[in-house]
C-alpha cells in the first residue's frame, strides 16, 4: 500500500504543477488586455476554464492532504480501518483509491 499511495502522490503532485502552469500561462496572457470577459468572445471560455483548472486544483490539493493522512494513519497502524465506523475497508477499495480513510458505506453517508 505504501506503494500505491506513493504513486497516487506523485501522479496527484505533477497533475498540480500542471494545474498551476495552466492557469499561470493563462492569467499571464490576459495580463494587460483591456478586453473584459463578458464582451470579449473568448473571455467567457478563458473565464470557464480557468474556473475548471482552480476548481481542479483544489481538488487535487485536497487529495494530497487525504494521502499525507493515509501515509500518517499506515505510521499509527490504523491503515485500513474505517475513521467512522472502525470496521474494516474493502481491499479493492483501498487498491481503487489507497487514501480512502472511510468504507463504502461511511463514504455514501458522507
Known amino acids: 500500500m505504501r506503494d500505491l499511495l506513493e504513486a497516487e502522490r506523485a501522479e496527484t503532485q505533477a497533475l498540480i504543477d500542471r494545474l ?3 492557469i499561470d500561462e493563462v492569467s499571464a496572457a490576459r495580463e ?22 482552480a476548481t ?3 481538488q487535487s490539493e485536497n487529495r494530497l492532504e487525504e ?22 475497508i474493502a ?7 489507497p487514501y480512502a480513510a472511510k468504507c463504502v458505506n ?5
Open 56 to 58: 481542479l486544483l483544489e
Open 20 to 22: 498551476t502552469q495552466g
Open 67 to 88: 494521502i499525507a493522512e493515509a501515509h500518517h494513519r499506515l505510521a499509527a497502524g490504523t491503515f485500513g480501518i474505517c475513521v467512522d465506523c472502525g470496521e474494516p
Open 32 to 53: 494587460g488586455d483591456n478586453s473584459d470577459d463578458e464582451h470579449d468572445p473568448e473571455g467567457a471560455t478563458l473565464a470557464f476554464e480557468r474556473s475548471q483548472a
Open 91 to 97: 481491499e479493492a477499495r483501498l487498491e481503487a483509491r
Open 106 to 110: 461511511c463514504a455514501a453517508r458522507g
